[in-house]
């Protein structure tokens, strides 16, 4: 591969910290266009079980004042920045006083798991049937059955779940209705609660891939159908290579780098998509946390996991552009 220039490695580093920065100020930027006032909706939590609360007006001063929200805009700014960039995101008003960053690091576990679980199965199932569907030698059957199962993708992966929570739950049940692992089962390094988790996982996982897999053989297809037109293909059926080796060492290997980037940019979408999936399985995870958030207005909460997420985003677009050389070799970060 060589050796990564220091001038491209400043580059794309300061491009990560730049793309990181204007994220975060939108998100800071957004919840104060809305009307709603953080504290107000604590005190309206605090009367509505109390019925009344006494000395009304010093608690809102005193919860703007924790919250920082009677500093000017400015330093507010600033302050966000600072701490956003430590990972603390303040404290959540539905839970309040526990840190946003606390729940959080409890969530993004669960979501991580889901997430490299069904986006690598899907990038992988819906890559090779993409290119078994331009495939001269694939079986005929194959290339009927392929397009046939892309009408799941057009579910949406709501309604996917729900259907898979009706056959195999409610009606088979083979898997259970909700949650992240049995409740009789201790959470720890031990083979019965990593069997109890791929158990509760199963279906949330299937709920996206059957829903996102098309994305990719799509997209595959299109890529294939190029490269199949291309001269060193046409060489290497002249020379009479074998139709799996050509598939795989000039067809998919030369089609695969744009998916490949496709694949880090698709992780914030994914997690998007997760959401709903993870709200109906009871599912721990950071797409549960932001819809609660959303209901009960617990901006500090949406503004963290929103900032987490597009830092993951980030991330991964930065690492596999450094990787790509090790993908295709007639990559050189100096050219």
């Given at each position: 591969?060589?050796?990564?220039?220091?001038?491209?490695?400043?580059?794309?580093?300061?491009?990560?910290l730049?793309?990181?920065?204007?994220?975060?100020?939108?998100?800071?930027?957004?919840?104060?266009?809305?009307?709603?006032?953080?504290?107000?909706?604590?005190?309206?939590?605090?009367?509505?079980?109390?019925?009344?609360?006494a000395?009304?007006?010093?608690?809102?001063?005193?919860?703007?004042?924790?919250?920082?929200?009677?500093?000017?805009?400015?330093?507010?700014?600033?302050?966000y920045?600072?701490?956003?960039?430590?990972?603390?995101?303040?404290?959540?008003?539905?839970?309040?006083?526990?840190?946003?960053?606390?729940?959080?690091?409890?969530?993004?576990?669960?979501?991580?798991?889901?997430?490299?679980?069904?986006?690598?199965?899907?990038?992988?199932?819906?890559?090779?049937?993409?290119?078994?569907?331009?495939?001269?030698?694939?079986?005929?059957?194959?290339?009927?059955?392929?397009?046939?199962?892309?009408?799941?993708?057009?579910?949406?992966?709501?309604?996917?779940?729900?259907?898979?929570?009706?056959i195999?739950?409610a009606?088979?049940?083979?898997?259970?209705?909700?949650?992240?692992?049995?409740?009789?089962?201790?959470?720890?390094?031990?083979?019965?609660?990593?069997?109890?988790?791929?158990?509760?996982?199963?279906?949330?996982?299937?709920?996206?891939?059957?829903?996102?897999?098309?994305?990719?053989?799509?997209?595959?297809?299109?890529?294939?159908?190029?490269?199949?037109?291309?001269?060193?293909?046409?060489?290497?059926?002249?020379?009479?290579?074998?139709?799996?080796?050509?598939?795989?060492?000039?067809?998919?290997?030369?089609?695969?780098?744009?998916?490949?980037?496709?694949?880090?940019?698709?992780?914030?979408?994914?997690?998007?998509?997760?959401?709903?999936?993870?709200?109906?399985?009871?599912?721990?995870?950071?797409?549960?946390?932001?819809?609660?958030?959303?209901?009960?207005?617990?901006?500090?909460?949406?503004?963290?996991?929103?900032?987490?997420?597009?830092?993951?985003?980030?991330?991964?677009?930065?690492?596999?552009?450094?990787?790509?050389?090790?993908?295709?070799?007639r990559?050189?970060?100096?050219?």
């Amino acid at each position: 591969m060589g050796r990564i220039p220091a001038s491209y490695l400043v580059n794309r580093v300061v491009t990560l910290l730049l793309t990181v920065w204007i994220a975060a100020t939108l998100i800071w930027i957004i919840p104060r266009l809305s009307p709603v006032d953080p504290a107000e909706i604590m005190l309206g939590r605090m009367a509505s079980g109390a019925g009344t609360v006494a000395n009304a007006d010093a608690i809102l001063e005193t919860l703007r004042s924790r919250f920082g929200l009677d500093e000017p805009l400015l330093v507010q700014y600033f302050k966000y920045i600072r701490n956003v960039f430590l990972f603390d995101f303040g404290l959540s008003t539905a839970s309040f006083p526990t840190e946003v960053s606390s729940l959080i690091a409890k969530a993004l576990p669960w979501t991580l798991g889901l997430m490299l679980i069904s986006i690598t199965i899907t990038f992988f199932i819906g890559n090779l049937l993409g290119a078994l569907m331009v495939w001269d030698h694939s079986p005929k059957l194959v290339k009927v059955a392929i397009p046939a199962a892309m009408v799941f993708t057009s579910i949406p992966p709501i309604l996917s779940a729900l259907l898979l929570m009706w056959i195999f739950s409610a009606k088979l049940r083979w898997f259970p209705l909700t949650g992240a692992y049995g409740l009789t089962v201790e959470p720890g390094l031990s083979w019965s609660f990593v069997q109890s988790v791929i158990y509760h996982g199963f279906l949330p996982a299937l709920s996206i891939v059957v829903v996102t897999f098309g994305f990719w053989a799509l997209g595959m297809r299109g890529l294939m159908i190029t490269v199949q037109g291309e001269d060193y293909t046409t060489l290497a059926k002249a020379k009479g290579l074998r139709p799996r080796y050509i598939l795989y060492k000039y067809m998919i290997r030369n089609a695969i780098l744009p998916q490949i980037t496709a694949f880090a940019l698709k992780i914030g979408m994914l997690i998007a998509g997760q959401v709903l999936v993870e709200r109906i399985f009871a599912y721990n995870g950071m797409g549960k946390l932001l819809y609660d958030a959303i209901l009960d207005q617990d901006f500090p909460v949406i503004q963290g996991v929103s900032f987490v997420i597009i830092l993951m985003t980030a991330l991964s677009v930065f690492l596999v552009d450094l990787v790509y050389p090790l993908i295709d070799p007639r990559i050189r970060h100096e050219g």
